[in-house]
């Protein structure tokens, strides 16, 4: 019987490392929001890897300004993305942008949705600026940690 026991719960522990953790899949339902998922691959997706609200507004024009803050406030809460501040501040230019955390790269290849920023990124470089980002687009932008080292 000692081996069948034994067997039981190496099984058991098997399934339990299978299976995600409550905090995992606390992320994955953060993740998984429509709105935040598109929020964190088009982020990702620009060359810089930062974007600022005002750029994520003009990319969800069907998303509110108070519910995208609350998206973004969430999303740094829980360490998916991060705020990063660019070198130099000018006035009426932004001085908060946000960048997708390694967690967030992780959460998405987890969930097999890293993929799909060669998909954002493309569509970005076929379409052109709205007249009132140029300015933010020509700023010099912070760069996330993981940034040199490759997405």
Not at 18 to 41: C, G, N, W
Not at 60 to 72: A, F
Request: hydrophobic share 35%; net charge negative.
């Amino acid at each position: 019987m000692g081996e069948s026991d034994a067997a039981a719960e190496g099984r058991a522990a098997a399934v339990a490392e299978a299976v995600p953790s409550e905090e995992e899949l606390e992320e994955f339902r953060i993740l998984l929001d429509r709105t935040r998922l598109i929020i964190v691959q088009q982020t990702l997706a620009h060359d810089t890897g930062v974007l600022c609200r005002a750029e994520l507004a003009a990319r969800n024009p069907d998303v509110n300004e108070s519910t995208l803050q609350y998206h973004l406030d969430t999303l740094v809460e829980k360490g998916i993305l991060t705020k990063e501040t660019p070198p130099e501040t000018k006035r009426d230019l932004p001085s908060v942008f946000y960048a997708v955390s390694e967690r967030g790269i992780d959460l998405l290849k987890q969930l097999n949705l890293y993929d799909e920023i060669a998909v954002w990124n493309n569509v970005y470089s076929q379409v052109s600026t709205p007249d009132e980002l140029h300015e933010i687009e020509a700023m010099d932008r912070p760069k996330p940690d993981w940034y040199d080292t490759g997405r």
